[in-house]
């Protein structure tokens, strides 16, 4: 055997050593946030679905959750590689969709379901958004990124003309939910707002006799709305057949099985999330008929082609399909 068949063995070897795309399969990485909207994921964890439907494609598939507060943060870790899909609102899928197209490309993925946001206040005097004052502060997940932040902005476009779209922004700060609640609740901070999601909402509707619904999310939307979506990079789509297919089946078994067994759902929720908050509130919230558990995304394009119109985003959708990867599971999502 002369030199160059020696190096050509040797770099054969060195080849078939190395992890093939087909080996990169049955990995994920799955970042969520705080609230019932990640039920889907939770019963998934919960009953380990994504694993059993990766063993129906021939794949053990290795997933690791991660728990991370405001969209800014979860798009940060999608785009550094430390997350493989990220758990956020429409706002935060069509900042970085609109970032990385032509390049990373994002897209969605799947939705979690429709769920009403209340943006809750404890303050008597305030019955409307337009009575809100100086004095007046709002927790949300991420300032001017999150789902929450954005429909707010939408809401004041409504009430004082596009051009007044931030109006309400310097009244806003970055509080994950569970905070935010636990100081409503108490009412011993200068918090004394909320635009707050599933379960934490419900609770500080009944924790304290203040506290009242200023704004509906639907009312904004003009109806229901997948508020909160998954979205992924495609590239870990395209590399990563097998475990994409494993975890959107394993989410469309979670939703039958919600829709199902709405207590299992409950007990998946306080399992995973090893909380204190009460079955029977979280019964009714999962049981609540404004809520939908489903994977194709409801009624996104209107905040979406808004976000284009205030300048927040570059290109313009012209179709929900724009921003949501093809795939049968939510072939009839808008």
């Given at each position: 055997?002369?030199?160059?068949?020696?190096?050509?063995?040797?770099?054969?070897?060195?080849?078939?050593?190395?992890?093939?795309?087909?080996?990169?399969?049955?990995?994920?990485?799955?970042?969520?946030?705080?609230?019932?909207?990640?039920?889907?994921?939770?019963?998934?964890?919960?009953?380990?679905?994504?694993?059993?439907?990766?063993?129906?494609?021939?794949?053990?598939?290795?997933?690791?959750?991660?728990?991370?507060?405001?969209?800014?943060?979860?798009?940060?870790?999608?785009?550094?590689?430390?997350?493989?899909?990220?758990?956020?609102?429409?706002?935060?899928?069509?900042?970085?969709?609109?970032?990385?197209?032509?390049?990373?490309?994002?897209?969605?993925?799947?939705?979690?379901?429709?769920?009403?946001?209340?943006?809750?206040s404890t303050n008597p005097a305030v019955k409307t958004i337009a009575d809100f004052s100086a004095k007046d502060?709002?927790?949300?997940?991420?300032?001017?990124?999150?789902?929450?932040?954005?429909?707010?902005?939408?809401?004041?476009?409504?009430?004082?003309?596009?051009?007044?779209?931030?109006?309400?922004?310097?009244?806003?700060?970055?509080?994950?939910?569970?905070?935010?609640?636990?100081?409503?609740?108490?009412?011993?901070?200068?918090?004394?707002?909320?635009?707050?999601?599933?379960?934490?909402?419900?609770?500080?509707?009944?924790?304290?006799?203040?506290?009242?619904?200023?704004?509906?999310?639907?009312?904004?939307?003009?109806?229901?709305?997948?508020?909160?979506?998954?979205?992924?990079?495609?590239?870990?789509?395209?590399?990563?057949?097998?475990?994409?297919?494993?975890?959107?089946?394993?989410?469309?078994?979670?939703?039958?099985?919600?829709?199902?067994?709405?207590?299992?759902?409950?007990?998946?929720?306080?399992?995973?999330?090893?909380?204190?908050?009460?079955?029977?509130?979280?019964?009714?919230?999962?049981?609540?008929?404004?809520?939908?558990?489903?994977?194709?995304?409801?009624?996104?394009?209107?905040?979406?082609?808004?976000?284009?119109?205030?300048?927040?985003?570059?290109?313009?959708?012209?179709?929900?399909?724009?921003?949501?990867?093809?795939?049968?599971?939510?072939?009839?999502?808008?």
């Amino acid at each position: 055997m002369n030199l160059t068949t020696k190096l050509l063995a040797l770099a054969t070897a060195l080849t078939l050593a190395l992890p093939s795309k087909a080996q990169a399969e049955g990995k994920i990485r799955v970042a969520e946030q705080f609230g019932v909207v990640y039920l889907l994921l939770n019963v998934a964890q919960d009953q380990k679905l994504i694993e059993k439907h990766g063993k129906k494609q021939g794949i053990d598939v290795d997933v690791d959750w991660v728990k991370l507060s405001g969209g800014a943060v979860v798009n940060d870790a999608l785009l550094s590689g430390s997350i493989n899909v990220a758990g956020a609102g429409v706002g935060p899928l069509m900042t970085i969709w609109d970032r990385t197209k032509g390049r990373q490309n994002v897209r969605g993925i799947a939705s979690l379901g429709s769920f009403p946001y209340y943006l809750v206040s404890t303050n008597p005097a305030v019955k409307t958004i337009a009575d809100f004052s100086a004095k007046d502060r709002i927790a949300l997940p991420a300032v001017t990124v999150s789902v929450q932040a954005r429909i707010l902005q939408m809401a004041a476009a409504k009430q004082w003309g596009v051009a007044e779209f931030k109006k309400l922004d310097p009244l806003t700060q970055t509080v994950p939910h569970p905070d935010a609640a636990a100081a409503l609740i108490a009412g011993k901070t200068e918090l004394n707002g909320h635009f707050a999601a599933p379960p934490f909402q419900q609770l500080e509707l009944a924790g304290n006799p203040n506290a009242h619904v200023v704004l509906d999310s639907y009312q904004v939307l003009g109806g229901p709305s997948s508020a909160t979506v998954l979205y992924a990079t495609e590239k870990y789509v395209k590399d990563n057949p097998k475990t994409y297919r494993a975890f959107i089946d394993a989410l469309v078994e979670a939703a039958q099985y919600i829709a199902a067994n709405p207590e299992g759902a409950a007990d998946a929720y306080l399992r995973v999330n090893k909380g204190s908050v009460d079955r029977a509130l979280l019964l009714k919230v999962i049981k609540d008929p404004k809520t939908q558990f489903s994977v194709a995304p409801q009624n996104t394009l209107g905040l979406a082609q808004f976000l284009h119109q205030v300048g927040a985003i570059k290109n313009k959708p012209a179709s929900w399909r724009d921003y949501f990867f093809a795939h049968p599971a939510i072939a009839n999502g808008s």
